[in-house]
């Protein structure tokens, strides 16, 4: 029985178009990431609202919010914080980096080397970090929403897969319909302006513990052991398509079940179907898998061989 979700990402969703337009799907998969307790890696051109979209949700939510512009001479406790010595007391001091915070937005993740990058690895998947051999807990909504551009990669450092594989989802964000973009410009021309969002008539929740509220509900949704088997079936796939150089890891196989659950209560339901599962399949898969090197050049892609993969697993009644 959902309670809670159904009326909240409805209030999310429509504040969030007062903001962001033509990307209603890009929301529902932002939010199936928050709801699911996962991170997401946001992946588009300059200029497509993926900084906007996140800055706004973390508004309409009232949750801390946090940016880290990654550069090349960015230093880990830049991110996590560090230690400073007080003259005056003679002890040291605990100065907490932007990781402490409710919704992180790691700004261009690939222009700062494997070094740094690797600062997020524990806080992404325990929700904590260790500063001088002391652990620190995070906000318990701790969430990481990163960015990256596809088509400028001179000065870059590829995500490695260890890092990948902590992106729940990745989320590929593309240029809005023709009528979306004429929307956008006549917002602007009627005096919108997206870099003042303390203007815009954005509600936040009443409720700050609702994300939290939700995410139970999620917890508690339960699957039929037939859409299991579908999901261990799709991901079991992909280890031996002649396509691919290597498949999912069992994460993946529990990367689908939880964003199918997510999916499901966003959608005002209790349960999960195949239809859930098939629909968060290429975010969920698309940043797990490598393609063999002949099957590049013959111009595959990791969006294409899921989608075949989906079209010869029986899906269940």
């Keep these: 029985m959902l309670n809670y979700t159904p009326a909240t990402i409805a209030h999310i969703q429509n504040e969030l178009r007062k903001v962001i337009v033509g990307q209603d799907e890009v929301i ?31 508004r309409i939510i009232s949750a801390g919010f946090s940016r880290i512009q990654f550069t090349p001479d960015l230093m ?71 960015t990256q551009n596809p088509i ?37 021309d009627a005096g919108f302006n997206s870099r003042r969002l303390e203007q815009i008539d954005i509600l936040p929740l009443a409720d700050a513990t609702a994300i ?31 396509s691919i150089l290597y498949g999912a890891s069992p994460r993946a196989s529990v990367a689908l ?14 349960f999960p179907t195949p239809d859930d599962v098939r629909d968060v399949s290429l975010p969920v898969l698309r940043h797990r898998l490598a393609l063999r090197a ?3 050049l013959d111009g595959a892609t990791t969006d294409a061989v899921i989608s075949d993969i989906l079209k010869t697993v029986e899906v269940p009644r």
């Design 294 to 296: 002949e099957a590049e």
């Design 212 to 242: 939290q509220q939700c995410r139970m509900e999620v917890k508690q949704m339960r699957m039929e052991a037939g859409i299991q088997k579908y999901i261990v079936e799709l991901v079991r796939k992909t280890r031996n398509h002649p």
């Design 76 to 146: 880990p406790s830049d991110i996590t914080g560090t230690n400073v010595f007080n003259m005056q007391t003679s002890q040291f001091s605990m100065r907490q980096g932007p990781i402490f915070t409710d919704i992180l937005l790691a700004d261009e993740i690939n222009r700062t080397p494997p070094k740094t990058q690797s600062a997020l690895l524990e806080a992404m998947e325990e929700r904590q970090t260790t500063i001088d051999g002391e652990r620190y807990l995070l906000s318990p909504i701790f969430t990481v929403l990163a």
């Design 28 to 58: 529902e998969q932002i939010l199936v990431a928050v709801l699911a307790e996962g991170h997401a890696l946001l992946e588009g051109v300059p200029g497509t609202a993926k900084t906007l979209t996140v800055k706004t949700l973390a």
């Design 152 to 188: 400028e990669y001179e000065g870059t450092y590829p995500l490695p897969e260890a890092q990948l594989d902590r992106f729940l989802l990745k989320i590929l964000i593309d240029y809005p319909a023709q009528d979306a973009e004429l929307e956008i410009v006549s917002r602007w």
């Design 257 to 270: 079940l939880l964003s199918s659950k997510a999916l499901a209560a966003i959608r005002g339901r209790d």
